[in-house]
């Protein structure tokens, strides 16, 4: 899951006004009244419609699928509204929208049929990637319910939340609950994270070698079976797995076959990992173009760490690139949130190297960073207050 927060317009904003009613609205029973008032039987006549619009989009035509499901929506079909709703969350033959995404999805999930959980479990995704008070405790309870309508994927983000204390008070034994619940359930991705939790131990976990080795193989084996499905996130998890040698052998060139993968398949993270161990592995300039094309790449589309490690090429003049273009790198992935961006403009800041010397911009990009938990930014932060305590010595004797 991305650390990064998004702006939801209207659901940012209700974070903090909606929190009571959103759970008691979705962990209490509704009023007899109301329960009826939203009955929505699964119609069988209509599954056929849905299905149409269904196939419509898996060829590509967004438009004719869309006009269906909204029709099919505005007529009070809750799987329309849901896939409907994902139509808005992906830009599916639509302009993105969140905040419409939202709509339907809440009006999809007062109904009981067969992709409520899911439907749940979307919200759920939603308010946890807001901006706004409360926020993540909203989409805890939405993963609650979600569980509750038996979608198991829940236990994925709820193990994150109660392992790092998001919206929930902090437990090391709930975390674990729900890591070996989606392990059992097969998500690998989440697998992995609990392997190595296991692997390394800390935060009140003691290390179990042969339950992370264990779960560790099952999850190679599942994301192997997912890359090979088209699934670009496994491809990068399993790059990782293969190029660090964890709960597999190291190796280098299934560690680039599978980054190649994921690049191939869209996903900007596996950009990012190939051409990094290109340029890592290989000889000074043996496929150092075809490195720094997959970077561009991945920065173009908004990786954050792409942005900062091309940026960081080009400040060392490295493969004959100029270094003029860092900062308008760095700027970008400070615009993207990414600490080590943040650390790199502030010491060309500090330094009035490429750009006019500015020590107060410098110093608050380095405490942004350092509060991300950078440890460059840290360091470069502890760097500017020893000066400006020094600074401050010295003008107290003048």
């Not at 939202?102 to 901006?131: C, H, N, P, S």
């Not at 296991?198 to 994301?223: F, H, M, N, P, S």
């Not at 161990?277 to 043996?286: G, I, K, Y």
């Not at 690139?321 to 650390?343: I, N, Q, T, W, Y």
Request: with cysteine; net charge positive.
């Amino acid at each position: 899951m991305s650390s990064r927060k998004v702006q939801l317009g209207v659901a940012a904003a209700l974070c903090t006004t909606v929190l009571g009613f959103s759970l008691a609205y979705i962990v209490g029973e509704q009023a007899q009244s109301a329960q009826a008032a939203l009955v929505a039987a699964n119609n069988p006549a209509l599954e056929g419609l849905i299905s149409d619009a269904r196939e419509l989009q898996k060829v590509g035509k967004w438009s004719e699928a869309n006009r269906a499901l909204t029709s099919l929506a505005s007529d009070g079909h809750p799987a329309a509204m849901y896939h409907l709703a994902r139509s808005y969350k992906y830009g599916w033959g639509v302009d993105p929208n969140l905040e419409t995404t939202r709509k339907w999805l809440m009006q999809a999930v007062r109904y009981d049929f067969a992709y409520r959980g899911e439907t749940a479990y979307e919200i759920g995704r939603l308010y946890q990637k807001a901006e706004g008070e409360n926020c993540d405790a909203i989409a805890v309870a939405w993963f609650n319910k979600a569980l509750s309508w038996g979608f198991e994927k829940a236990h994925v983000q709820l193990a994150h939340h109660f392992r790092y204390g998001s919206g929930v008070k902090p437990s090391t034994k709930r975390a674990l609950y729900h890591y070996e619940k989606a392990a059992i359930a097969g998500y690998p991705t989440s697998t992995i994270q609990y392997a190595q939790w296991l692997l390394r131990g800390g935060t009140g976990v003691l290390v179990d070698d042969e339950k992370a080795q264990y779960w560790g193989r099952q999850a190679a084996i599942g994301l192997t079976k997912k890359a090979n499905g088209g699934s670009s996130s496994a491809a990068k998890t399993l790059g990782r797995l293969y190029r660090d040698g964890v709960f597999v052998r190291r190796d280098f060139a299934e560690a680039e076959r599978w980054f190649r993968r994921s690049s191939r398949l869209g996903d900007s993270g596996g950009m990012h990992e190939l051409a990094v161990l290109m340029l890592r592995e290989r000889d000074e300039n043996a496929g150092a173009d075809e490195a720094l094309g997959w970077l561009r790449m991945a920065a173009e589309l908004g990786h954050g760490g792409a942005v900062t490690g091309l940026g960081r090429l080009h400040l060392k003049r490295a493969h004959g690139l100029s270094d003029v273009e860092a900062v308008g790198l760095f700027e970008k992935g400070v615009a993207l949130r990414h600490p080590g961006s943040m650390e790199e403009l502030a010491r060309l800041l500090a330094e009035g190297r490429l750009v006019t010397k500015d020590p107060t911009r410098a110093y608050e990009l380095a405490q942004e960073g350092a509060k991300l938990g950078h440890k460059g930014a840290k360091a470069l932060l502890s760097e500017l207050e020893t000066k400006i305590q020094s600074s401050s010595a010295q003008f107290s004797k003048s």
